[in-house]
């Protein structure tokens, strides 16, 4: 792993622009470059993440969120503007590009080309990097994630995947997953401890609620600090800047559920096939129990109130576990 700073002789000024209004304010922000390596379907891949750090005075560790892409990958309208409306808090932003490396532009035709898994080791790489950052305060490194990058967000609370991919290592401080897909429920419910706000929108037909509250429930029962957010009206991806949009050859998971069973071997419930044993390796059924449960068609579009609430949410949610004024 590696850090390098892409920005020759100091910092470059950035328009940070307030979503939920007029306001705006002028943030000097130096930009670096962190890379690591990750695996991938063709073997291990180096991985790059921009790091946006913002002005502050000499030796102040900064509180950093960690911007996780969805399907369409990184985007100026979500990932660079979260980060924009993050320094102008005073908090440092680290976007990984897990697409770029792998060849990959969009999976929405394809989620199997980039797995959530593959995103997952990318999150956790980027963690371990970034808390080893002279600027960073390790212990307050959050992250939040957009659609497929809202699944990592979440999974990423879990215990099980926290000892899997950084055992003993560093923790993320908060979990801030928007309209995830909630396909995957793991036997294993508890989390790390870190609070966790989940984003959804009740008109949204690319991952839907309904599984997405089963875990809820499951991981609160758990002993999770979570909250959970629906927001009338909204579709998918309603902090973009897209109109309404949609693509019929995408690949809508919304009513597969795979359930980890009390001796870890998968069900998918939709299908009530057998999918994994306990060794989690898929058996010769799950193609059936996906083809079955697996649909064709996507949809969604931006909604600037919903958006500006959503944003609002998340500041109180990172000024809370950030300790921020």
Excluded at 3 to 15: E, F, K, T
Aim: charged fraction near 15%; proline fraction near 6%; hydrophobic fraction near 45%.
């Amino acid at each position: 792993m590696r850090i390098r700073n892409i920005v020759a002789g100091g910092a470059v000024l950035l328009m940070a622009q307030i979503w939920a209004g007029a306001a705006q304010a002028q943030v000097a922000v130096s930009k670096e470059s962190l890379s690591f390596t990750s695996p991938s379907r063709s073997g291990p891949v180096s991985v790059t993440a921009e790091l946006f750090l913002p002005e502050a005075p000499a030796g102040t560790r900064l509180p950093a969120m960690l911007l996780i892409h969805g399907s369409g990958g990184v985007t100026d309208a979500r990932e660079y503007a979260y980060a924009r409306e993050f320094s102008a808090m005073g908090v440092a932003s680290i976007v990984p590009d897990s697409f770029t490396p792998r060849g990959v532009k969009s999976t929405v035709a394809d989620q199997s080309t980039v797995s959530t898994n593959d995103m997952l080791n990318d999150a956790f790489n980027a963690l371990k990097l970034a808390a080893q950052h002279p600027r960073l305060d390790p212990a307050r490194i959050g992250i939040a994630g957009f659609s497929k990058g809202g699944s990592v967000a979440l999974r990423a609370a879990l215990h099980l995947m926290a000892e899997r991919h950084a055992r003993n290592g560093p923790r993320f401080a908060l979990h801030v997953p928007f309209y995830p897909g909630c396909d995957t429920h793991y036997y294993d419910t508890r989390t790390t401890g870190a609070p966790i706000l989940m984003l959804m929108g009740a008109a949204d037909t690319y991952v839907g609620t309904e599984n997405c509250m089963i875990i809820a429930t499951a991981l609160k029962a758990a002993g999770a600090k979570l909250e959970t957010m629906i927001y009338p009206g909204a579709q998918h991806g309603w902090d973009g800047s897209a109109p309404p949009w949609s693509q019929a050859n995408g690949e809508n998971w919304s009513k597969c559920f795979f359930v980890q069973q009390a001796d870890l071997s998968w069900v998918e419930q939709t299908s009530g096939i057998k999918t994994a044993g306990p060794d989690g390796r898929p058996n010769a059924d799950a193609p059936k129990a996906l083809a079955q449960c697996r649909t064709l068609g996507v949809s969604g579009g931006a909604n600037a109130a919903v958006r500006a609430e959503a944003l609002a949410a998340l500041k109180q949610a990172m000024r809370q576990a950030f300790s921020l004024p």
